[in-house]
């Protein structure tokens, strides 16, 4: 696996685990299990309410601190810049770590109006080395345009929901425009879906991998990295086992030209609230 770099200078690996929806408990154990097989990337927040069952599985996994990434994001409830601050401390603590490899502001939250204020406190943070990259999730270009033009900072990293059933094209184009690596949030849509259709099933069957596989590699021949979550020991180890195999042009045409739509999360940045 070849870690890609970043705009700031640092890399980011490409691929990791998704926490979302496991509580601490859960989480030690996925994490734990996910390192032993070769996941470096772990992505929490301080909403999935699980970094110190993270925190725990980094301290015990046996693998060294400076080989893995870690990222984490800011609540709607701490946007601001002294609470944003206080925010990222909190994280620090929980996790019971040094510093941040990734920090994102997890939703812009428009009707508060403080993601330029939370924006620049994660700069200040990065400046003062408790985080090393810092990023965004669920912006649109306008949030970002905003927060570079207030700030003369790019984020390294906007974390979107991203899948061959919602691919999201216009956004992706502009990140890649901007040197912002994207991140995919349920990389694998509904995974019902997924198994069930026709066009991965004959492409997994081409290659001898699974369609969730096939979602995957789509992602990382785009270099965008996807960040699946699963605590199932076998489709951990499926979902990291990308690396060996790629698809071939026509089928990488077939998946990005697919135009089936299949039900997702669709929350729109614009009016969507995370507190």
């Known amino acids: ?113 403080l993601y330029v204020p939370t924006w620049k406190a994660l700069v200040r943070m990065q400046e003062e080395g408790k985080i090393r990259s810092i990023g965004v999730s669920n912006f649109l270009p306008e949030h970002i345009d905003r927060i570079v033009a207030d700030s003369g900072v790019t984020p390294a990293v906007n974390q979107i929901e991203l899948s061959p059933f919602y691919r ?50 789509w992602a990382v021949q785009q270099q965008m990295v996807p960040i699946p979550k699963s605590a199932n020991l076998q489709r951990m180890e499926e979902n990291i086992d990308v690396f060996t195999w790629e698809l071939n042009p026509e089928q990488m045409k077939r998946i990005t030209e697919y135009d089936k739509v299949a039900p997702c999360k669709g929350y729109n940045p614009l009016e969507h609230e995370e507190m």
């Open 1 to 113: 696996m070849q870690d890609h770099i970043m705009r700031d200078g640092n890399t980011i690996p490409p691929i990791g685990l998704g926490t979302y929806g496991m509580d601490d408990v859960q989480a030690e154990v996925a994490v734990a299990e996910a390192i032993r097989r070769g996941y470096r990337l772990i992505d929490t927040a301080q909403n999935y309410r699980n970094e110190h069952g993270v925190g725990q599985a980094i301290q015990r996994c046996g693998v060294e601190r400076e080989e893995l990434f870690v990222t984490t994001k800011i609540p709607g409830r701490d946007h601001g810049f002294d609470t944003t601050i206080n925010s990222v401390y909190k994280s620090l603590e929980r996790l019971n770590v040094d510093y941040l490899d990734l920090c994102l502001i997890h939703w812009p939250n428009p009707s508060q109006n």
């Open 168 to 217: 999201q094209e216009e956004l992706t184009q502009y990140n890649a425009q901007n040197a912002i690596i994207t991140q995919c949030w349920s990389p694998l849509g509904r995974m019902k879906t997924l198994k069930n259709d026709a066009v991965f099933a004959d492409i997994a069957q081409q290659l001898g991998v699974t369609p969730a596989q096939v979602a995957l590699r």
